[in-house]
């Protein structure tokens, strides 16, 4: 069956970075655009960047530009997320999603806290 | 501001119809698509496009669109159906996604 799995969440400090990685499978993941969703304590969901199948095309939301990045190993099947110059703000659940428009598969998400 | 809101809150007597709307500019070029998730849970797709739903997702749950707003209907509301729905749909530069505020639906 489809799994995301997602990993390396946990406590940071401010000004610290971060990689969260998502492992998937039971799909063709080479073939899927894959997102970053976050979503902050007790909040809704926030949109956080999309990569295409390849590799080669990358949108963030317009607040975390150059503050993350997202990056794919198709080989691995897995999805990555960089997280450089954390800020309170950025603690929160983060979910990985596949799909194009509609995000059809869904990690549990892990959780980023950060704080000094 | 936000380029697509929801209502917070909607509730709906058990057994009875609801609507959670969404709207903003972009859903007049763009379908929304629609989320449902309960507390401590990951969000689920329930409708997508012009109105479909994914696998296992009941046909109590349809999808419409007029202008700049967007609907999800649930017809004959369940108890399991109270959580938080979200819409989301691409933003003016194409590239993008957004998500509604979110809505938290109650079941009386």
């Known amino acids: 069956q489809v799994q995301l799995v997602e990993s390396g969440g946990g406590v940071v400090q401010p000004g610290r970075s971060l990689r969260l990685s998502c492992a998937a499978s039971g799909f063709s993941f080479s073939s899927y655009v894959m997102h970053w969703v976050r979503q902050a304590p007790g909040k809704g969901l926030e949109w956080v960047a999309v990569?295409?199948?390849?590799?080669?095309?990358?949108y963030f939301a317009d607040s975390l530009k150059g503050h993350f990045t997202i990056s794919r190993d198709n080989s691995r099947n897995a999805l990555y997320l960089q997280m450089n110059s954390l800020r309170d703000e950025d603690t929160a659940v983060y979910y990985c999603?596949?799909?194009?428009?509609?995000?059809?598969?869904w990690g549990q998400g892990t959780l980023v806290t950060v704080s000094s | 501001s936000p380029e697509v809101t929801q209502d917070p809150a909607v509730s709906v007597a058990l057994g009875q119809t609801v609507r959670i709307t969404c709207q903003g500019d972009?859903?007049?070029?763009?379908?929304a698509t629609w989320y449902q998730q309960k507390p401590g849970q990951a969000p689920v797709l329930v409708l997508y496009?012009?109105?479909y739903r994914p696998s296992g997702i009941p046909d109590r749950f349809s999808g419409s669109s007029s202008g700049d707003t967007a609907s999800l209907t649930i017809t004959g509301a369940q108890a399991e159906d109270e959580a938080d729905y979200y819409c989301n749909s691409r933003d003016s530069s194409a590239d993008r996604l957004v998500f509604g505020g979110g809505t938290k639906l109650t079941v009386l």
């Open positions: 972009s859903l007049k070029t763009y379908y």
């Open positions: 990569i295409s199948p390849n590799g080669d095309n990358k």
């Open positions: 496009g012009k109105n």
């Open positions: 999603a596949a799909g194009y428009d509609r995000l059809e598969y």
